[in-house]
Structure formats: C-alpha cells, structure tokens
C-alpha cells in the first residue's frame, strides 16, 4: 500500500491545513508542465493528487488509516480529472502563463451510488454479488447523440466542434489560461436541431442497469467501493461516470466485530466457573473449538484464539477470535438450590445478612 503521507512530506497526524500547503507546494513543482521533457513528472503528479484526494477527504482519510480498501488507482480515470483538482487552488493550472494548455475531457456522466448487503461471512470470504441501481444511459434510440435519427447534430458554433474554450484567468501565480468544457455543448462540440423523440435531445435515458462487483475479503462495515467508469453516462463520446457501493455488513448474532478481530460471549454458571469446564466456540467458516475453562475463572476473564477472527483487508493473515466470559448468577433458586447455597456459605464462611424470604412451594 502507497504511504500517502511519506509522497506528501507530511506527518500522520497532519490536519489539513498541512495537508494542503503541501499539496499546493509540491502541485507547483512536480506539474509536467512546470517539467518539459521529463517523462516521469506526469507519474510524479498523479501519485501527489492521488495522496491529496485520499488525505483530504476525512473519511477516506479514516478508511486509509484503517488499512481498508480504497481502490486509489481509480481516483483519477484519467489525467483531466487531477486538472479539476487543480482548479480548486490556481483557478487553472494549464500553460503556466499561457506556454501550453491542455485539452478539456470529453464531459462526463454522473456518479451512481448503490448499496450492498453482506453477511459477515461473505464479508469474510469475499464474494461475487450483482447489484442492481438506476442510473443515465445512452439513449438507444439516437445512441447517445440527443437527435432524431436522420438528422444528425452540427458542429457547435460557441466551441467550432472542439467542445472546449479558453479561459485567461489572473491568479497568485500570474496569468494563466486553461481550457475549459464548452458550456453550450457539453464538451461534446455538437449542436442539436431536430431532438430525438425519446430522450428529447438529452442524450441519456434512466435505465436499470446490473453490475458485477467482486467484493474483496475482510471488507468492513460502511465502506465505500468505487468502481471506475460503472455509473451513468452523458452521451455520444462522453466518459461514464464512476459507481460507489455503500457497504452494509449485517449483524452476527455470534459475533461482534472490532476492525480484524472478533468476540464472542459465554455464559457459565457459578459452579463452571468455579470448577472449570469445557465449552464449545463457534468458529467464522463453520465448526467449533472446544476451549477449556480453568477452574476459579473470574467474570469478564477473555480468552483469545490466535487466527480465527477476520481476514484482513488486503494483507496476509487474519485477527483474532476473543471469548468473553461472563457468570450468571441464577435468580430463581429451587429450595434445595437455596439450601445448598447456605451451607456452601456456612463453610466459607461467607455471612448472609438479608432478610429472610418466604420460601417457595414445591
């Protein structure tokens, strides 16, 4: 896993003012276009953007630190979209002063979100699933182009077909220009006379669409997924959106879960734990593991099993399984349970000063 905090020069407990001032420092430094002829600069850029937008994002941030999946490499689809990062904090970062400027993307379909149901057990082993979720898609009617078949779009008079413009913009660092997506056209650099009968020239239609998603093992609870380029789309030569899957694990009545480890309960009698006992662990997967219980064993004593809690989230190995004991003490005494209780008091010499109760019928 990348040290995100090691690319940005800052310490793990940086806030993020720190975060950002290094962000800002090292965007000026490593930008290729601050960079001719390094072909290692553009790599360099992406690496610090990616450890930006994972750092900066307080719950990506917590996840991250949890050691959990994040998908990074899908952060960025492609090399525009660290642009639009760029533009939070320079108002344009190409051309440094109008030398070059890169070309806007293409524009891009909407993010979907969907959600995601797992067993802990599921979550243990990872799994295959198909989720369903309503997003846009290109209309098929026109295939995305927004007209009427037969009639096909003309070039867009505000962008000359680029679906781009320039932007000069004064800025801390100077004059800068960029290029920006074609706000008549959408990027597309298409104009529509005649709209199709069907999407009524918006290119797209709300459809029920069904992914696949493998889900990796040691998932936890409320994570977010993100599968690159699996949400909606915007139209005829658009980029599709990205799909977030909010993931829910549902509760184990065996166990609970803390991050890689596991607990259980047992409940014991007084006389089990004071004279000791075996009981019988359920293990994740299936199966048990007799443990035994010493004699003497006190409440709230935890016994461990090395291994056989969760796998953990892309790494080797697994956490562990923690038994909690816990005594009952009994609250419906029989008269001979009773009777058996004093003279077990009598000989310890344990004092029972309580009031004396109305005994019960057999």
Do not use: W
Not at 328 to 337: K, M, R, T
């Amino acid at each position: 896993m990348k040290d995100y905090y090691e690319i940005l020069g800052v310490p793990r407990d940086a806030d993020a003012d720190a975060i950002k001032r290094a962000f800002r420092r090292l965007a000026r430094e490593s930008h290729p276009d601050a960079n001719p002829g390094d072909p290692t600069a553009e790599a360099r850029f992406r690496e610090i953007a990616e450890a930006y937008e994972v750092l900066s994002d307080p719950r990506r941030r917590q996840a991250y630190d949890r050691g959990e999946h994040l998908d990074p490499a899908g952060l960025f689809s492609n090399f525009a979209g660290v642009e639009d990062l760029l533009n939070q904090f320079f108002g344009g970062f190409g051309g440094f002063g109008g030398v070059r400027a890169r070309p806007s993307r293409p524009a891009r379909g909407p993010d979907a979100l969907a959600s995601l149901e797992l067993t802990l057990e599921e979550a243990a082993t990872g799994v295959q699933r198909e989720v369903e979720f309503i997003t846009t898609g290109n209309c098929p009617r026109c295939e995305g182009a927004g007209a009427e078949p037969g009639h096909a779009p003309r070039r867009c008079t505000e962008c000359g077909g680029s679906g781009a413009r320039r932007v000069t913009q004064r800025t801390l660092l100077g004059s800068m220009t960029t290029v920006v997506t074609c706000d008549r056209c959408g990027g597309v650099g298409e104009a529509i006379d005649v709209p199709c009968n069907q999407c009524r020239g918006e290119r797209v239609v709300h459809q029920r669409r069904t992914v696949t998603v493998d889900v990796p093992a040691g998932i936890d609870d409320r994570t977010r997924l993100r599968l690159t380029g699996r949400g909606g789309q915007a139209g005829r030569g658009t980029t599709p959106g990205d799909l977030y899957l909010d993931v829910k694990v549902l509760p184990d009545e065996r166990f609970t879960r803390e991050g890689e480890h596991l607990h259980h309960a047992v409940r014991l009698g007084v006389a089990q734990a004071a004279l000791g006992t075996t009981v019988d662990v359920p293990l994740l997967g299936g199966g048990h593991e007799r443990i035994t219980i010493e004699p003497g064993t006190q409440p709230a004593t935890v016994l461990r099993l090395p291994g056989a809690g969760m796998p953990r989230l892309q790494r080797r190995g697994r956490g562990d399984l923690f038994v909690e004991v816990a005594v009952e003490v009994p609250s419906d005494l029989s008269d001979e349970e009773r009777a058996a209780l004093e003279e077990y008091a009598r000989l310890r010499g344990e004092r029972l000063d309580q009031p004396k109760r109305r005994r019960r019928r057999r």
